[in-house]
């Protein structure tokens, strides 16, 4: 019996290294990228932060905190996932020392993490912390499986922290095994009032829908009343919820072409009137009046979503042109800075508006004039996906498949020349169809333009330098267009372009 019971355990062990060695294969073949990988991740250890995302909305009534721990990047990319998803903060466990190619070689019993996974006492040193661990009641805990168990650094962060009373859902990738007794094991190391949940072990070939899947199984309690999902606009409170976190009023004050004495009056107008959004530009020539108005307002800042945006001749010195527009403006923070339109090194100062946003300066990043085929280019060039595009939108440039494509990618569309621009608005004002559904609602035409813009999802920046039409500019929620009513508008779109962007 003995003998066959050892005839067996060798079978398995030939079985299971034979399974590891077809896996070093594998990472073998993608070696380079395992190295990178965990060089990049290293590189990232001094600022990986948890808490990056505190101002993103999350429609959970839990504060969640997704801590993992990843070599490779397997498990980092189900992290991504899941913070994405839960809209919880997200913080990577750095190794004090990082693990080479050679400290990962599993077929080596006297490699670094294989030596570890022998001894139950070995704690590997973390090189990062959370501070605020306390204000988490719900942890993703996620590793890769190490001989079917969590790497010791595991046990290292859960002793590091006091979990009563939170609940921890583990999860882990892995070449073959199941997550197994490596999550069961992990209990005693945490308090006994701590709540583990099942876990879920992923493949390196899971996709974000099953990430989707096993959250939505979870039943985590959801917030109770009315939490915005990212692009809805909400018609009571008047704004959208932007991918960034932050949310923007849907209609506001364009001011192009206003001059500093007639830009101090016409946003004084607005804010009196409720307005809170304004566009400016360093084309305009106007940021400082901008600025100069809202200081001068008894409005609270932090109540007011200014947008600027950087001219492509900025494009090459972006960082020192946002601290400018800032300066020029006077203020802590710019809501949203956008580059005006595509042109040499636009990416490049992309990465800059990014770089401000991490550094405060700015709080969300956008376009202004791009398209689909210009977003198709860009995108995969830039980290943080843009919260707006700002493109021509009105009843004769109606931009029917960009604005929903635009819409699809998480990001708010947003029109200017919404009442047709300049030299082209009188005879938009004039249209039979428009004036037709005004006099029906005792409003005016461009009250109904502006209402068609947000009910198909568009934010709206009407230019006007007079108090009276700003007012009437905001004064759009007294009245709903009807289907038909949208279908007559959407009818004029003569695909004609008032602007050469
Ligand atoms: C030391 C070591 C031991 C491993 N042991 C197992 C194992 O027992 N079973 C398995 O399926 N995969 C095993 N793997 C593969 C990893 O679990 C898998 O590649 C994981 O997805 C890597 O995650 P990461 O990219 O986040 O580091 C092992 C990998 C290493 C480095």
Request: glycine content about 6%; charged content about 20%.
């Amino acid at each position: 019996m003995k003998q066959l019971l050892s005839i067996l355990m060798s079978v398995f062990m030939i079985m299971l290294s034979s399974s590891c060695s077809s896996e070093l294969t594998d990472e073998a073949a993608v070696s380079d990228t395992a190295e990178s990988n965990t060089t990049i991740r290293s590189e990232y250890s001094e600022d990986t932060s948890y808490g990056t995302s505190d101002t993103v909305s999350s429609s959970y009534e839990s504060n969640i905190l997704v801590a993992y721990f990843s070599c490779t990047g397997t498990t980092a990319q189900i992290a991504d996932w899941i913070a994405d998803k839960t809209g919880g903060d997200k913080y990577e466990i750095i190794p004090e020392t990082p693990y080479t190619e050679d400290d990962l070689n599993y077929n080596n019993s006297a490699s670094r993490a294989n030596k570890e996974q022998a001894d139950s006492s070995a704690r590997p040193a973390i090189s990062n912390s959370v501070d605020n661990m306390e204000q988490y009641d719900v942890i993703f805990l996620g590793y890769p499986i190490w001989h079917g168990q969590a790497p010791r650094i595991i046990s290292t962060f859960l002793e590091s922290y006091d979990f009563s009373d939170v609940t921890i859902i583990p999860f882990c990738t892995s070449h073959s095994s199941d997550i197994g007794s490596s999550a069961e094991n992990l209990h005693s190391l945490c308090s006994d009032t701590a709540n583990w949940l099942e876990g879920k072990r992923f493949s390196g070939n899971a996709a974000e829908d099953d990430i989707t899947q096993w959250i939505d199984s979870l039943e985590l309690p959801k917030s109770e009343g009315n939490v915005m999902d990212v692009g809805e606009f909400n018609f009571e409170t008047k704004t959208v919820l932007l991918n960034s976190g932050y949310e923007m009023p849907i209609m506001g004050l364009g001011t192009y072409s206003l001059t500093d004495e007639e830009c101090a009056v016409s946003i004084e107008a607005l804010l009196e009137a409720g307005g809170r959004l304004i566009d400016t530009a360093y084309m305009y020539g106007n940021e400082a009046a901008v600025g100069q108005a809202i200081r001068n307002s008894d409005v609270p800042r932090e109540e007011i979503f200014v947008i600027t945006k950087l001219y492509p001749t900025q494009f090459d010195h972006a960082a020192e042109a946002i601290d400018e527009a800032l300066e020029r403006m006077g203020l802590d923070y710019i809501d949203m800075i956008l580059l005006h339109h595509p042109g040499d090194g636009d990416v490049e100062a992309y990465l800059a508006l990014e770089q401000a946003v991490a550094d405060g300066k700015v709080h969300s990043i956008g376009l202004s004039n791009w398209y689909i085929e210009e977003l198709d280019e860009f995108l995969p060039q830039v980290n943080i996906t843009p919260a707006l595009v700002q493109n021509e939108i009105h009843p004769y440039y109606q931009e029917n498949d960009v604005i929903p494509y635009i819409q699809s990618l998480g990001i708010v569309v947003q029109g200017w020349y919404p009442l047709g621009g300049r030299g082209h608005t009188s005879e938009l004002l004039n249209d039979e169809t428009i004036t037709a559904i005004a006099e029906s609602h005792n409003v005016s035409s461009a009250q109904v333009i502006l209402r068609w813009n947000l009910q198909k999802g568009v934010v709206v920046i009407p230019g006007s330098s007079d108090p009276e039409h700003i007012r009437e500019n905001l004064d759009l929620f007294g009245f709903e267009l009807t289907d038909s009513e949208m279908n007559d508008i959407n009818a004029l779109d003569r695909n004609e372009k008032h602007d050469w962007y």
